[in-house]
Antibody, heavy 120, light 110 residues
Framework: QITLKESGPTLVKPTQTLTLTCTFS??????????VGWIRQPPGKALEWLAL???????RYSPSLKSRLTITKDTSKNQVVLTMTNMDPVDTATYYC????????????WGQGTLVTVSS | QSALTQPASVSGSPGQSITISCTGT?????????VSWYQQHPGKAPKLMIY???NRPSGVSNRFSGSKSGNTASLTISGLQAEDEADYYC??????????FGGGTKLTVL
C-alpha cells in the first residue's frame, strides 16, 4: 500500500524560504522508474506541477519556477524534500507530493496535501 | 509553459454522457501519449482516472474513457452519476521534460 504525506510550515513570511518534506511508504525511491513529484494548488485555482526527482537522482523543474526550487531525496529515510526560495503571497497554496512512474509519466498516488500561507 | 486549455465548466444529467476537452500544442499533448486525467472532489487530493491517453487504472469505472486527436485530448464520462460531480484536470508530459496541467473543468451533474 503506497502512502505519501506532506509536512512543513503552515505559515511563512514573504521573502522566506519554504521547506516541505514528503514522507512515503509502500515503495522505494531506489527502484528503477520510480519518482516523487510536487504539485501545488492555490485556493480555488488549478493544479500546477513544480518538480520531480527520479530514482536515479534525475531532477526536473517547472521552467517558470526553476530558479527558486530545489528537490532532493533521502532514500534511507523514504523522504523527498522541496525547497522554494523567496516566497510571495501568490505562492499561497496546498502543496501535494505524488508517486510517479517514469513509464507513462503518471502521478498515481497522492498525499493529502498541506496548505501553506504566505503572509507577513 | 502555458497551462493546457480546458472548458471552465460542463454539465449533464444523470445517465447522460459528457466530454471534456484538453487542448495543448505539439510540444505537449500532440507530441506525446503521456496524457493523464485526474478527478478532484472538494477538499480532496486528485485521483488518477486515465493515463497514457486512454488507459484506466485498476478500480476506475469503465464509464470513464480517454482519447486524443492531434493537440487535443478528451475525457468522456458515460452514464453520468451524482458522484461524478467534481473538478477534472488533464495533464501532459512536455518537450521541456516537465509536466503541465490544464486549467481544470468543473463538472456539474444536474
Amino acid at each position: 500500500q503506497i502512502t505519501l504525506k506532506e509536512s512543513g510550515p503552515t505559515l511563512v513570511k514573504p521573502t522566506q524560504t519554504l521547506t516541505l518534506t514528503c514522507t512515503f511508504s509502500g515503495f522505494s525511491l531506489s527502484t528503477s522508474g520510480v519518482g516523487v513529484g510536487w504539485i501545488r494548488q492555490p485556493p480555488g485555482k488549478a493544479l500546477e506541477w513544480l518538480a520531480l526527482i527520479y530514482w536515479d537522482d534525475d531532477k526536473r523543474y517547472s521552467p517558470s519556477l526553476k530558479s527558486r526550487l530545489t528537490i532532493t531525496k533521502d532514500t534511507s529515510k523514504n523522504q523527498v524534500v522541496l525547497t522554494m526560495t523567496n516566497m510571495d503571497p501568490v505562492d499561497t497554496a496546498t502543496y501535494y507530493c505524488a508517486h510517479n512512474l517514469e513509464l507513462g509519466g503518471i502521478f498515481d498516488y497522492w498525499g493529502q496535501g498541506t496548505l501553506v500561507t504566505v503572509s507577513s | 509553459q502555458s497551462a493546457l486549455t480546458q472548458p471552465a465548466s460542463v454539465s449533464g444529467s444523470p445517465g447522460q454522457s459528457i466530454t471534456i476537452s484538453c487542448t495543448g500544442t505539439s510540444s505537449d499533448v500532440g507530441g506525446y501519449n503521456y496524457v493523464s486525467w485526474y478527478q478532484q472532489h472538494p477538499g480532496k487530493a486528485p485521483k488518477l482516472m486515465i493515463y497514457e491517453v486512454s488507459n484506466r487504472p485498476s478500480g476506475v469505472s469503465n464509464r470513464f474513457s480517454g482519447s486524443k486527436s492531434g493537440n487535443t485530448a478528451s475525457l468522456t464520462i458515460s452514464g453520468l452519476q451524482a458522484e461524478d460531480e467534481a473538478d477534472y484536470y488533464c495533464s501532459s508530459y512536455t518537450s521541456s521534460s516537465s509536466w503541465v496541467f490544464g486549467g481544470g473543468t468543473k463538472l456539474t451533474v444536474l
